[in-house]
């Protein structure tokens, strides 16, 4: 069978898969295959069976490179031998260190590890400590596990630091040639509360063109956004690490930023009453929300204010109020933009693009950096209007570079694939909802479901099929469009003090700007730009969207956007990770106490449940719904059990006990206590007419699930003697410890 290539991904089971290079399909390797390798490392595979739906299974040929990062892990001593268990699950074996490997660190403490002997097919690694970071409870590791174990950069080179530290402190004469002066316009920053770095401004006003009856009227929005690329420039040590970085990543009282303090806080941040160097899209907006005109320019601007969101939603809301009175020189301003973002707002809707509306929550800490609180984060009116003023210059960006036929970054969106369309439309049928879709569906039609189903009991579980349907939006060169937002052509133009592909645009801009082309590969030479296309927006081409250019140059930005497309899913995990652990040690704080929530997804194996309180989610595991069978329904999306005809779907009210939380692999479980009564009660398909048998039912699932907790007393009590016996083993054959 043939031979492939590729990178291999554990499984906290024990088992992995490769990630083939030819991005074909997965190929998964047992618990036994996996005892050689480690997760990261890259092999040589042969495919050697296909499992009854197809997907492939293979051998390990040979090791073609070991995985050469720390590994970060917890420092164990038991009967006489060193280990580290690896924080990161998906490495499946402990670690043997010899005794005078161990760096003085203590048990229990996190350290870093460096392998000295990899894996085999009969012994464990053996490693030694490189780093030891400090207790688990120590304020902030959990960030120094996660920026680790995610591979996060997080130490800029001493050249960076150097070259960042020798850049002035404020802007110069030089700096200001060929700028436009917008220092007298009363552009403001509008972000939250805890925004530390400023990388955009707006400001509007009325626009009429004509006279008359015959006059039309709009307004002039400006977005002016922090001209980084000034100060970053191609092959120097600066734009090394931004470009390693790509993106910087946030956690809850920290952030890792892509530039250095003295650019993200400092010269590039539109701190309010300090000059900055900018880059600008002014546009021409009419009464429908169409962007009739456009163009960029580089300028020179200072804040008049930072706002905030909540002050600004204050004062749109009345603006008669104290917030109002404080900045009553900006109130006309503010309103205008009000009243663009109503105008954008209303094209969203002709375009049809997809708008649901979900709760996003925001994690409060205390000084020792530990969760104090959860709540909801509010979006207002604020949060809008400034969501649309960036898409409108990002729209602009997108179109300016593909008039000049440019090649560039996309941000693209992708619809629902065909296999995503087919489980969506099987989903609606079982729902008995009769909405058709197309075989390429447009994002009006999801938009349209969304809100002809907005307030059904089960709203938000229609959603989050809607939701899951979609793709995921990654950055490349190949213009396909953002389908959630329906664009033909977007990009991302707003953040690059914390995206890089958004400094790459500015950056082809700038070039197109000044008749000359920007070439990824160091834009060490430039040449001529073709026939300058107006700024003017065009209409979008039909058909084959990419770029002509030459192919080398045409791979290097594909390989750019596949690369910040993939350090933006490295942030996300990382940060989701740091999250998760902040839950969990919240959560140790509440185990046995009991809480309302509500069924956020139902899988094969049980239910996931949201408590309405402390926005925590965690796993009713399948053995905890009662003394029945559960079939998982895939079109419906539920768990129903056999004999009683109890349905879990998204949007079921339950109540719960925190009974168990795992730091280690940041679960927190669950067990049903009741259900919930009234129109919270759990919908079921068959119910018996006799209050009798109702509660004979409840008496027989109590047992069910005492029994249950009393099987799982007995199987920890078993497991506990497991791993002693386990442990002492392993003091005289090593080997014989597996996978954690």
Same mark, same amino acid.
């Given at each position: 069978?043939?031979?492939?290539?590729?990178?291999?991904?554990?499984?906290?089971?024990?088992?992995?898969?490769? /990630?083939?290079?030819?991005?074909? %399909?997965? $190929?998964?390797?047992?618990?036994?295959?996996?005892?050689?390798?480690?997760?990261?490392?890259?092999?040589r595979v042969r495919v050697v069976r296909y499992d009854r739906k197809g997907r492939p299974e293979g051998r390990v040929l040979d090791i073609v490179e070991r995985r050469r990062v720390p590994i970060i892990g917890r420092l164990l001593h038991e009967n006489g031998v060193w280990l580290v268990a690896p924080e990161d699950r998906r490495f499946g074996q402990d670690i043997?260190?010899? /005794?005078?490997?161990?760096?003085?660190?203590?048990?229990?403490?996190?350290?870093?590890?460096?392998?000295?002997?990899?894996?085999?097919? *009969?012994?464990?690694?053996?490693?030694?400590?490189?780093?030891?970071?400090?207790?688990?409870?120590?304020?902030?590791?959990?960030?120094?596990?996660?920026?680790?174990?995610?591979?996060?950069?997080?130490?800029?080179?001493?050249?960076?630091?150097?070259?960042?530290?020798?850049?002035?402190?404020?802007?110069?004469?030089?700096?200001?040639?060929?700028?436009?002066?917008?220092?007298?316009?009363?552009?403001?920053?509008?972000?939250?509360?805890?925004?530390?770095?400023?990388?955009?401004?707006?400001?509007?006003?009325?626009?009429?063109?004509?006279?008359?009856?015959?006059?039309?009227?709009?307004?002039?929005?400006?977005?002016?956004?922090?001209?980084?690329?000034?100060?970053?420039?191609?092959?120097?040590?600066?734009?090394?690490?931004?470009?390693?970085?790509?993106?910087?990543?946030?956690?809850?009282?920290?952030?890792?930023?892509?530039?250095?303090?003295?650019?993200?806080?400092?010269?590039?941040?539109?701190?309010?009453?300090?000059?900055?160097?900018?880059?600008?899209?002014?546009?021409?907006?009419?009464?429908?929300?169409?962007?009739?005109?456009?163009?960029?320019?580089?300028?020179?601007?200072?804040?008049?204010?930072?706002?905030?969101?909540?002050?600004?939603?204050?004062?749109?809301?009345?603006?008669?109020?104290?917030?109002?009175?404080?900045?009553?020189?900006?109130?006309?301003?503010?309103?205008?933009?009000?009243?663009?973002?109503?105008?954008?707002? /209303?094209?969203?809707?002709?375009?049809?693009?997809?708008?649901?509306?979900?709760?996003?929550?925001?994690?409060?800490?205390?000084?020792?950096?530990?969760?104090?609180?959860?709540?909801?984060?509010?979006?207002?009116? %604020?949060?809008?209007?400034?969501?649309?003023?960036?898409?409108?210059?990002?729209?602009?960006?997108?179109?300016?570079?593909?008039?000049?036929?440019?090649?560039?970054? *996309?941000?693209?969106?992708?619809?629902?694939?065909?296999?995503?369309?087919?489980?969506?439309?099987?989903?609606?049928?079982?729902?008995?909802?009769?909405?058709?879709?197309?075989?390429?569906?447009?994002?009006?039609?999801?938009?349209?479901?969304?809100?002809?189903?907005?307030?059904?009991?089960? %709203?938000?579980?229609?959603? %989050?099929?809607?939701?899951?349907?979609?793709?995921?939006? $990654?950055?490349?060169?190949?213009?396909?469009?953002?389908?959630?937002?329906?664009?033909?052509?977007?990009?991302?133009?707003?953040?690059? $003090?914390?995206?890089?592909?958004?400094?790459?645009?500015?950056?082809? $801009?700038?070039?197109?700007?000044?008749?000359?082309? *920007?070439?990824? =590969?160091?834009?060490?030479?430039?040449?001529?730009?073709?026939?300058?296309?107006?700024?003017?927006?065009?209409p979008a081409a039909k058909g084959d969207r990419r770029v002509a250019v030459p192919s080398h140059e045409a791979e290097l930005w594909e390989a750019a956007g596949a690369h910040c497309s993939a350090n933006e899913r490295r942030a996300d995990e990382a940060s989701r990770d740091v999250e998760a652990w902040l839950k969990c040690r919240f959560m140790r704080d509440h185990?046995?106490?009991?809480?309302?929530?509500?069924?956020?997804?139902?899988?094969?194996?049980?239910?996931?449940?949201?408590?309405?309180?402390?926005?925590?989610?965690?796993?009713?595991?399948?053995?905890?719904?009662?003394?029945? *069978?559960?079939?998982?329904? @895939?079109?419906?999306?539920?768990?129903?059990?056999?004999?009683?005809?109890?349905?879990?779907?998204?949007?079921?009210?339950?109540?719960?006990?925190?009974?168990?939380?795992?730091?280690?692999?940041?679960?927190?479980?669950?067990?049903?206590?009741?259900? @919930?009564?009234?129109?919270?009660?759990?919908?079921?398909?068959?119910?018996?007419?006799?209050? @009798?048998?109702?509660?004979?039912?409840?008496?027989?699932?109590?047992?069910?699930?005492?029994?249950?907790?009393?099987?799982?007393? =007995?199987?920890?009590?078993?497991?506990?003697?497991?791993?002693?016996?386990?442990?002492?083993?392993?003091?005289?054959?090593?080997?014989?410890?597996?996978?954690?």
């Open positions: 069978m043939s031979e492939v290539d590729g990178t291999v991904t554990g499984h906290r089971d024990g088992h992995g898969f490769v /990630k083939r290079d030819d991005g074909e %399909a997965d $190929i998964y390797l047992s618990a036994q295959e996996m005892r050689a390798v480690l997760h990261g490392d890259r092999v043997i260190l010899p /005794k005078n490997a161990t760096a003085n660190a203590t048990v229990g403490q996190v350290v870093a590890i460096e392998l000295t002997e990899p894996p085999s097919m *009969y012994s464990q690694p053996v490693g030694r400590v490189t780093e030891v970071l400090g207790e688990i409870d120590d304020p902030g590791m959990e960030i120094e596990i996660a920026v680790r174990k995610f591979e996060v950069p997080h130490r800029f080179s001493p050249e960076t630091l150097a070259q960042a530290a020798a850049l002035p402190e404020r802007i110069r004469p030089v700096d200001r040639r060929q700028r436009i002066d917008l220092t007298d316009v009363p552009l403001v920053t509008i972000d939250g509360e805890d925004a530390r770095d400023f990388d955009d401004a707006v400001y509007c006003e009325p626009y009429k063109r004509g006279r008359g009856k015959a006059a039309v009227h709009g307004w002039r929005l400006v977005v002016a956004i922090a001209d980084v690329s000034h100060y970053v420039k191609p092959g120097e040590p600066l734009d090394a690490d931004a470009y390693e970085r790509a993106t910087s990543v946030y956690f809850p009282r920290r952030v890792i930023p892509m530039l250095p303090e003295k650019l993200s806080n400092g010269l590039c941040s539109l701190n309010p009453d300090e000059e900055r160097l900018c880059m600008v899209c002014d546009m021409v907006v009419d009464a429908g929300g169409d962007i009739e005109a456009y163009q960029f320019y580089p300028a020179v601007m200072r804040s008049h204010a930072r706002l905030t969101y909540t002050e600004v939603a204050a004062i749109l809301g009345n603006t008669r109020g104290g917030e109002a009175q404080r900045r009553g020189a900006l109130v006309p301003h503010l309103l205008n933009l009000h009243d663009v973002y109503r105008a954008l707002l /209303k094209h969203r809707g002709t375009r049809g693009a997809v708008d649901f509306e979900t709760t996003e929550t925001q994690i409060i800490c205390d000084e020792r950096g530990r969760i104090e609180k959860i709540v909801p984060r509010t979006r207002t009116e %604020a949060h809008r209007l400034i969501e649309e003023a960036m898409l409108a210059a990002n729209v602009c960006a997108a179109g300016f570079v593909e008039a000049h036929q440019h090649a560039a970054l *996309y941000r693209v969106h992708e619809g629902p694939t065909p296999e995503k369309r087919l489980t969506l439309q099987n989903y609606l049928k079982a729902l008995g909802l009769g909405f058709p879709l197309s075989d390429e569906p447009r994002p009006g039609e999801l938009q349209a479901i969304a809100q002809a189903t907005k307030d059904r009991v089960d %709203a938000a579980q229609i959603h %989050a099929m809607l939701l899951r349907s979609m793709q995921q939006a $990654i950055y490349t060169a190949t213009n396909s469009g953002h389908f959630g937002l329906a664009y033909e052509a977007y990009t991302h133009f707003t953040s690059p $003090i914390r995206r890089y592909p958004d400094l790459l645009v500015h950056r082809v $801009i700038k070039a197109l700007l000044h008749g000359r082309r *920007y070439h990824l =590969a160091g834009s060490a030479v430039d040449e001529p730009a073709a026939a300058a296309a107006p700024s003017r927006k065009t185990l046995g106490e009991e809480y309302a929530g509500t069924v956020s997804a139902a899988t094969g194996f049980g239910i996931f449940v949201t408590l309405d309180e402390l926005y925590v989610e965690g796993l009713v595991h399948i053995t905890e719904l009662g003394g029945e *069978y559960f079939r998982f329904d @895939e079109a419906r999306q539920e768990l129903r059990g056999e004999r009683s005809g109890v349905r879990y779907v998204v949007g079921s009210r339950v109540r719960v006990q925190v009974s168990r939380v795992d730091l280690d692999s940041r679960r927190i479980d669950f067990r049903i206590v009741r259900e @919930e009564s009234g129109e919270a009660l759990l919908t079921r398909t068959r119910r018996t007419g006799a209050a @009798e048998q109702e509660l004979a039912d409840v008496k027989v699932r109590d047992r069910a699930t005492k029994a249950a907790r009393a099987r799982a007393v =007995a199987t920890k009590a078993t497991a506990g003697k497991t791993r002693a016996a386990r442990a002492k083993t392993s003091a005289t054959a090593p080997r014989g410890r597996k996978a954690r």
